[in-house]
């Protein structure tokens, strides 16, 4: 898949601003008063899976039993390549950003991990030591359980079980959606969408509705399967445009709406580009007489 750089939008993009239905964006500021000051829905993106959802009182006071309480400062590891994977753990609060090591030592980041999602559950299929990494993107709050306690909560709580089975199906849905979005978006539909999807879940910055995002460049590109330099150009394009802040190692939010209305231009495009390349195949061959 070719870059389209943003360049190629920026004769259109106030024609195809205005041609975007204006309601939806009315009606989200009409039911979520947030939406003016910054923040995202997060019914732009399917919520993703808590663990612990619809458990009884009886059922959290034994989950909680069986744990124990661990904090982390943002930039700090949870747990390394290497080491010995004998525990799991669900996270609280903050965000964790899952990684690992290529053959020449360089980190890729795979996921971002939210509150009210579990990791190190490879653990759980007799992995003997890790082979990825933990790093604290906020300072978090972490449950830790032993592996055999876990096991034993599975087999005792059928809740439990269902909402691990369903966790486990969501992220595989959301590496699928990810392989799809590599071979059918363009990179800067997949920076903005990545960008958006992870601001709904940012909390305000300095009492100005600003999300920010403790990601590196280098980060940002791993997610979405992108170059750095490509992804950074494409940062430094948003940033000209007024729709982000680029700090050292965090990204900030100016405009979530903005930001939205922009996906939202570049999908357009995209879907106008399809249907032309499709009514060019679609021309007969023309004979020209000898």
Sequence with gaps: MSVAPFSRFDSQYKAIQAAIPRSITESQSASDPSHENGSASHSHYPQRVQLFSGLSEVEMKTINAAARSLRKERGEFVYMPGDRANSVYFLKKGRI???????????????????????????LIDESVRS???????????????KPDFVSLLKSQSNLAL???????????????????????????????LLHELSAYALPAGGRHQSLIPLMHQDVASLIGA?????????????????????????????????????????FVGVQVFLHLRRLADIPSISFPT
């Design 97 to 123: 950003k899952l990684s690992v090591l290529s053959n020449s030592g360089k980190e890729i980041a795979i996921d971002i991990i939210q509150a009210g999602e579990m990791f190190g559950e490879f653990a």
């Design 163 to 193: 909402n691990y089975i369903r966790m486990v199906g969501d992220r595989r849905r959301r590496m699928e959606k990810k392989l799809s979005d590599i071979t059918s978006k363009e990179v800067p539909a997949r920076v903005c969408e």
């Design 132 to 146: 990825n990494m933990t790093q604290a993107l906020d300072d978090v709050t972490i449950l830790v359980f032993k």
């Design 227 to 267: 170059s750095r330099q490509t992804t950074t150009s494409i940062l430094n394009d948003l940033m000209r445009r007024g729709f982000i802040e680029l700090g050292r190692g965090w990204i900030r939010i100016k405009s979530l709406t903005d930001l939205q209305r922009y996906i939202s231009a570049l999908l």
